[in-house]
């Protein structure tokens, strides 16, 4: 999946360094994760008979730490694909004082 989005000249990464506070003491953590997709799309991937629940918490935790509004839970074990596909939104993230001003309602 990674090179289908390189070859499209799409921007991903596999990795990314986290700032972790913990009492008092800070520190910089490498976060491995499948795949983000401009800084805005969290992939995680599987292929396994059924998915697990912590496979959704570790995905909606590694949103809450990249600050990334939407993440998408696939499972390619599943003969239909669109019913391996779990969309999770985390409210609030990725925003910026510029982009709430110029929110758009339809």
């Given at each position: 999946?990674?090179?289908?989005?390189?070859?499209?000249?799409?921007?991903?990464?596999?990795?990314?360094?986290?700032?972790?506070?913990?009492?008092?003491?800070?520190?910089?953590?490498?976060?491995?994760?499948?795949?983000?997709v401009e800084s805005c799309l969290l992939?995680?991937?599987?292929?396994?008979?059924?998915?697990?629940?912590?496979?959704?918490?570790?995905?909606?935790?590694?949103?809450?730490?990249?600050?990334?509004?939407?993440?998408?839970?696939?499972?390619?074990?599943?003969?239909?694909?669109?019913?391996?596909?779990?969309?999770?939104?985390?409210?609030?993230a990725n925003r910026t004082e510029e982009?709430?001003?110029?929110?758009?309602?339809?």
């Amino acid at each position: 999946m990674l090179r289908e989005l390189e070859l499209r000249s799409i921007p991903s990464i596999t990795q990314q360094l986290v700032q972790i506070e913990y009492k008092g003491l800070v520190f910089d953590q490498p976060l491995r994760f499948d795949i983000m997709v401009e800084s805005c799309l969290l992939l995680e991937l599987k292929a396994v008979e059924a998915l697990h629940p912590f496979s959704k918490a570790q995905l909606f935790s590694y949103m809450k730490l990249l600050d990334i509004p939407i993440g998408l839970l696939i499972n390619f074990h599943e003969p239909v694909l669109k019913n391996g596909i779990s969309r999770m939104i985390l409210p609030g993230a990725n925003r910026t004082e510029e982009n709430e001003d110029s929110d758009v309602s339809f």
